[in-house]
C-alpha cells in the first residue's frame, strides 16, 4: 500500500514538472519567436536614418553592393573604410556651403540596404562635394 501511494506522489510530480517544463519550452519558443518577427518588420534600433556620401563612395558602396548584402542577418555594417581616397588633398569647401563629412562606416537594415542603393542609382543624383542621403522612408 505505502507502495501505491508513492507511486502516485512520484506520478504526479512528474506530471506537474513535464507540464511546468513543456510551458517553458513553449513560452520560450513562443517569445523567440515574437522577438524574431518583431526585430525583422521594426526598424534596427542602432541603425542610422542618414548617411553623407559623396560620388567616390557611392561608386564604391555600388561596387561591394552584392558582397554588402551577403552579410549580416538584419542588420548590416556598411564599412567603406578602404574606399577613402588616402593622400589627395580635396579642394575646401565654399565659405557659404560647408560640405559634411562623409560616413565611410554604418549600420542599416536590409530594407535600408536596398533603399540605399535605389536612390545612389538613381539618374541625376549630385553627391560632390557630398550629399544627405535620408534613410526614414526607407524603413
Not at 18 to 44: H, K, P, Q, T
Not at 45 to 70: H, M, P, R, W
Request: net charge negative; charged share 20%.
Amino acid at each position: 500500500m505505502a507502495h501505491d501511494g508513492l507511486t502516485k506522489r512520484i506520478g504526479s510530480i512528474v506530471k506537474k514538472s513535464m507540464f511546468s517544463w513543456r510551458g517553458s519550452v513553449a513560452g520560450l519558443a513562443g517569445s523567440l519567436l515574437l522577438i524574431a518577427n518583431a526585430s525583422a518588420d521594426e526598424a534596427c534600433g542602432l541603425c542610422v536614418n542618414q548617411i553623407v556620401t559623396n560620388s567616390e563612395l557611392a561608386t564604391c558602396f555600388l561596387d561591394q553592393y552584392d558582397q554588402i548584402a551577403k552579410s549580416g542577418n538584419g542588420a548590416v555594417v556598411v564599412d567603406l573604410s578602404n574606399c577613402a581616397s588616402r593622400g589627395v588633398v580635396e579642394a575646401l569647401p565654399s565659405p557659404n556651403k560647408g560640405a559634411a563629412e562623409p560616413d565611410v562606416q554604418f549600420m542599416i537594415s536590409r530594407l535600408q540596404l536596398e533603399c540605399l542603393k535605389k536612390k545612389l542609382e538613381a539618374p541625376g543624383i549630385v553627391l560632390d562635394p557630398s550629399a544627405v542621403i535620408e534613410l526614414d522612408s526607407c524603413q
